[in-house]
């Protein structure tokens, strides 16, 4: 049962146009998400999150947007960079009483061609 | 420590042999997360421990799989009788807050043949 879904496994996006990376999930329990980067060889790394309390979080070239009703997350990098080439997971956090982990989707690789 | 240590970084190891994996969070982090990474495929989550106890151990594959985790910080991951299907990307993590913050560490690639 995956909870967290990214439909798309690859991206490719010319350098200085925008990437969207799109994530979808089940369960309406899910207070908190979260993006993370992540380079072969080495651990994910924190990128951006949002609480459910809003609809969007930006942070320099990065934002992500959400759609409650739609269960649906989006980050959008603009512009896109070469070193922005990488694996980028989305996850999904329980309000606190519940369980205590992230819920993450299957990634997708996202390659910024020059 | 700085970050997240797991070691080894790379493990071989034969179909039914035993193998222990190795994590280091960061000092003071209270809650510690195994996951790994199979290939294509996404995170799976594995067990979470919140000081030495294990409230959620609910994504371990089979009774082949085990952690413990001792004096609030070092954790092992153990995996008897290792099949291939248990080849992976290994991946701990911890966080002073549960849930939020994870660091993670560069995963132990491991290899049955």
């Known amino acids: 049962d995956q909870q967290v879904k990214q439909n798309s496994p690859s991206l490719s996006v010319q350098e200085g146009r925008i990437s969207i990376l799109n994530c979808d999930y089940t369960n309406s329990m899910f207070d908190y998400f979260l993006w993370y980067k992540k380079y072969p060889a080495e651990g994910p790394t924190f990128l951006i999150s949002?609480?459910?309390?809003?609809d969007k979080n930006e942070d320099g070239r990065f934002t992500v947007f959400l759609n409650k009703s739609a269960k649906h997350l989006s980050l959008h990098i603009v512009p896109s960079q070469p070193g922005d080439s990488a694996v980028y997971f989305c996850?999904?956090?329980?309000?606190?009483?519940?369980?205590?982990?992230?819920?993450f989707g299957q990634g997708t690789r996202l390659t910024i061609n020059p | 420590g700085a970050g997240v240590s797991q070691s080894p970084s790379n493990k071989v190891t034969e179909k039914g042999k035993d193998v222990e994996l190795r994590c280091d969070p960061i000092s003071g982090h209270t809650a510690l997360y195994w996951y790994r990474q199979s290939l294509g495929q996404g995170l799976e989550f594995l067990i979470y421990?919140?000081?030495?106890?294990?409230?959620?151990k609910s994504g371990l594959p089979s009774d082949r799989f085990s952690a413990e985790r001792t004096g609030g910080s070092v954790s092992t991951l153990t995996i008897q009788r290792t099949q291939q299907e248990d080849s992976a990307v290994y991946l701990c993590a911890s966080s002073s807050n549960p849930g939020y913050g994870y660091t993670f560490g560069s995963g132990t690639r491991l290899t049955v043949v």
């Open positions: 949002i609480s459910s309390i809003k």
């Open positions: 996850a999904a956090l329980a309000p606190p009483g519940r369980a205590q982990k992230l819920v």
């Open positions: 421990f919140q000081g030495n106890s294990a409230p959620d």
